[in-house]
């Protein structure tokens, strides 16, 4: 089957921009993560979904950022009035569970750069 | 924030050396994964520690667990230059994975 699929997967963008990073889990996992990476360095949490609604969402930066997964499925991190300070890898995870003994399946990341 | 913190950050050696990578927290996890990351690829996951103490072998790779369940170590044995990539631990804390710092590991042919 499919991996965790990730699109685009290299957005640049103007500061003060609107974006939308779109993530598609592996299907039947119902644990969604978002991380934000940066270069050689480990992925910082950004927010936890479980099943349709954010179980965990004090990664999040600051109210510019916001995720949702309407139908436990497919999710979607969203940045609004975009900053350079923004300009990292977003990955994505899922797993079937969301507990330690349940692996995380990550996406290869959308790269984003704000100019 | 739970911080994991991993040691050496950066790492180069020749092919055929021995390596330990550690990872350590001042917070007890009820797990911690360990994976291997390569440039333009999320991390793959190398192995789960559930119990306090635990030692898996995954071929020329040991994981070890602390007995408090606070900090792990990553040894490989005879190093290759397939083991390149970025080396990350990740705490569950029951709600959420923290991740490590990262260790960049070079093998050099």
């Known amino acids: 089957g499919a991996g965790v699929s990730q699109t685009p997967s290299n957005k640049v963008t103007e500061k003060g921009k609107y974006v939308e990073l779109r993530c598609d889990p592996i299907?039947?996992?119902?644990?969604l993560y978002w991380y934000r990476q940066s270069l050689g360095q480990g992925p910082e949490f950004l927010i936890y979904?479980?099943?349709?609604?954010?179980?965990?969402d004090s990664g999040l930066p600051n109210d510019r950022f916001f995720a949702v997964r309407p139908e436990g499925s497919v999710s979607t991190l969203k940045i609004q009035r975009t900053e350079r300070g923004d300009s990292a890898v977003y990955l994505c995870?899922?797993?079937?569970?969301?507990?330690?003994?349940?692996?995380?399946?990550f996406g290869n990341g959308t790269r984003l750069t704000v100019t | 924030t739970q911080l994991l913190e991993q040691s050496p950050q950066f790492l180069s050696i020749q092919e055929g050396e021995n390596l330990t990578v550690y990872c350590n927290s001042s917070?007890?996890?009820?797990?911690l994964q360990w994976y291997r990351q390569e440039p333009g690829e999320g991390p793959v996951l190398l192995v789960t520690v559930v119990t306090g103490g635990e030692v898996k072998k995954l071929k020329r790779l040991t994981f070890q667990f602390g007995d408090a369940r606070k900090d792990s170590s990553l040894h490989i044995t005879a190093a290759q230059p397939g083991d390149t990539g970025l080396y990350l631990c990740?705490?569950?804390?029951?709600?959420?994975?923290?991740f490590g710092t990262g260790t960049s590991l070079t093998v050099i042919p």
């Open positions: 979904f479980q099943g349709t609604g954010a179980a965990d």
């Open positions: 917070s007890v996890f009820s797990s």
């Open positions: 990740a705490g569950d804390s029951g709600n959420q994975f923290y």
């Open positions: 299907s039947g996992h119902t644990a």
């Open positions: 995870a899922s797993s079937v569970t969301g507990t330690g003994v349940s692996p995380l399946h």
